[in-house]
């Protein structure tokens, strides 16, 4: 396992509707091929609705806004859904700081889209 892989895991899960990402530990630069790569194999998978789910990430910075963002433009374009899962802490304040919140279909923890 590489320093990045330890800092950055993904829990992948696959439904019948959905498939979830939960990110884990950290999302920023160093970590964020980790995270495009899986985000990518999910989407090759063409779910009906990719969640992400970030409510365990204990750091995130811009990079993470980002690959939501390009998440949430490759699942418009591909006529899907994406959601996320924010939770209540660092990561919900940073996107709420952004103003990127209400753009984004936002899940509470536990909710299925």
């Known amino acids: 396992m590489t320093g990045s892989e330890a800092l950055l895991r993904v829990h992948r899960t696959s439904y019948a509707d959905r498939l979830e990402l939960a990110l884990l530990g950290e999302l920023d630069n160093d970590t964020l091929p980790i995270a495009q790569d899986q985000v990518a194999a999910a989407e090759a998978d063409a779910p009906p609705c990719l969640v992400l789910d970030l409510t365990q990430l ?56």
Not at 68 to 73: F, I, K, R
Not at 96 to 104: F, K, Y
């Open 58 to 113: 204990e750091y995130v910075d811009s990079c993470g806004v980002r690959l939501v963002l390009l998440a949430q433009h490759g699942a418009g374009e591909a006529g899907r859904r994406l959601a996320v899962r924010l939770g209540h802490g660092r990561t919900r304040r940073m996107f709420d700081v952004l103003g990127i919140t209400s753009r984004l279909e936002v899940l509470d923890a536990g909710e299925t889209p």
